[in-house]
């Protein structure tokens, strides 16, 4: 991949890490360090907030998509199912363009970025932990890496200026 190339997908990828903390933890607010020091600073004094946060926190599998498939008329569910999908799917393309990463290597982002966003959110109070969110994050992210060995035209020409 030339340098121009790859200097253009990083720059890709840092916009995309960019949009994905903004819509997963900040929601509709604007990013502000100044919020998560707050935050931080608030959690530190109160440690008692992530034990509210773990007692919120789905960590059994399958339940929350369960809810979400039952109830897929309601917009809410509905975002919440297909939306964790879907904002893990550049994830998985990004490694396959990457040259270097592989299946395993999308699977293990997605679940990394995934945890570490989870976690963040229950840390900072900023949301809540939910294991369903890693399942279809990391599914979006395989997905992604599989669009890019089902459409290989778009993957293959980046990867031969290697």
Do not use: W
Not at 89 to 113: C, D, N, W
């Amino acid at each position: 991949m030339k340098r121009m190339d790859r200097k253009l997908l990083a720059l890709g990828f840092a916009v995309y890490l960019y949009i994905l903390i903004k819509i997963i933890l900040f929601k509709y607010a604007p990013v502000e360090i100044a919020f998560l020091l707050r935050q931080l600073h608030s959690v530190m004094e109160h440690p008692e907030i992530i034990e509210n946060g773990l007692a919120y926190a789905n960590f059994t599998p399958f339940f929350s998509i369960h809810q979400n498939l039952d109830h897929l008329s309601n917009t809410h569910d509905f975002v919440n199912l297909f939306g964790n999908i879907a904002l893990f799917v550049p994830l998985g393309i990004f490694t396959r363009l990457s040259a270097k990463g592989g299946l395993f290597t999308a699977l293990v982002l997605s679940l990394g970025i995934s945890f570490s966003l989870e976690g963040s959110q229950l840390l900072l109070s900023m949301g809540s932990f939910d294991v369903d969110d890693l399942i279809l994050n990391v599914l979006g992210g395989l997905i992604g890496y599989a669009i890019c060995l089902v459409v290989p035209q778009p993957a293959a020409a980046f990867q031969k200026k290697s």
